[in-house]
């Protein structure tokens, strides 16, 4: 079992609010990642980071942010939750440069917007 | 353009019985396929990674198998158990990057019958 956990793993909420989703790992990984991911489709890379201070911008447009202060933590936080951002968002994170190092997945949080 | 295809969409067989899924990918150049399992409300778990030089790899009740040169790739699973019902995704890396890049199937949503 990795050790990643993210929290709220269900929020639901009205349009116009600020959410914060938190993730955190107590593996010391470097890379962390933000995916979205509808029923039945396929994961989407919104947001990474390679370490403190790095975030990057993934394969899918998103209206989130994401900041790396500590090594452990990687919120995502929309300003203005529209029902379009309804979805779940799964955290993940590795270590290590080589592409055959496993990203663990943490459980994800399911965000209804109303 | 990268993609992972997986089929069927969706599976139901009896407890005890064996079933194979498939994954077709596109991506170049390519580094490494795993297949993961993730059950209803949590993250995808790693099962199995092959590499390029690899046709084979189990875990237990599963194994895979890939053809380099078809790009294909199996997911076999025997002697099912309920326990098995989950989503089983099939994702390739690339390696044009140090990211490891992951290029996501959409998964093979399996039910376990008793």
């Known amino acids: 079992e990795a050790d990643i956990y993210q929290t709220p793993r269900y929020l639901v909420i009205g349009t116009g609010k600020k959410i914060t989703l938190e993730c955190s790992q107590t593996m010391g990984h470097d890379k962390m990642y933000w995916y979205q991911q509808d029923p039945g489709m396929e994961l989407h890379l919104i947001h990474y980071s390679y370490g403190v201070n790095s975030t990057e911008k993934g394969d899918l447009s998103s209206e989130s942010t994401v900041s790396r202060i500590r090594t452990e933590h990687f919120p995502l936080t929309l300003e203005s939750a529209r029902p379009s951002h309804t979805s779940q968002y799964l955290c993940?994170?590795?270590?290590?440069?080589?592409?055959?190092?496993?990203?663990?997945f943490g459980p994800g949080t399911r965000l209804l917007v109303l | 353009k990268n993609q992972v295809e997986q089929s069927p969409q969706s599976l139901i067989i009896l407890e005890g019985k064996n079933c194979t899924l498939q994954?077709?990918?596109?991506?170049?150049?390519?580094?490494?396929l795993r297949w993961y399992k993730q059950d209803t409300g949590r993250g995808p778990v790693s099962l199995t990674i092959m590499t390029f030089s690899e046709n084979t790899k189990s875990n237990g009740r599963y194994t895979a198998t890939l053809d380099a040169d078809t790009k294909q790739s199996s997911l076999h699973i025997t002697a099912s158990q309920l326990s098995d019902s989950a989503s089983y995704i099939c994702?390739?890396?690339?390696?044009?990057?140090?990211?490891?890049?992951?290029?996501f199937g959409r998964g093979t949503q399996l039910t376990v019958w008793p």
């Open positions: 994954c077709n990918y596109t991506v170049s150049p390519f580094s490494n």
């Open positions: 994702v390739v890396s690339d390696r044009g990057s140090t990211l490891g890049r992951l290029y």
């Open positions: 993940a994170s590795r270590t290590g440069t080589s592409g055959m190092k496993t990203q663990y």
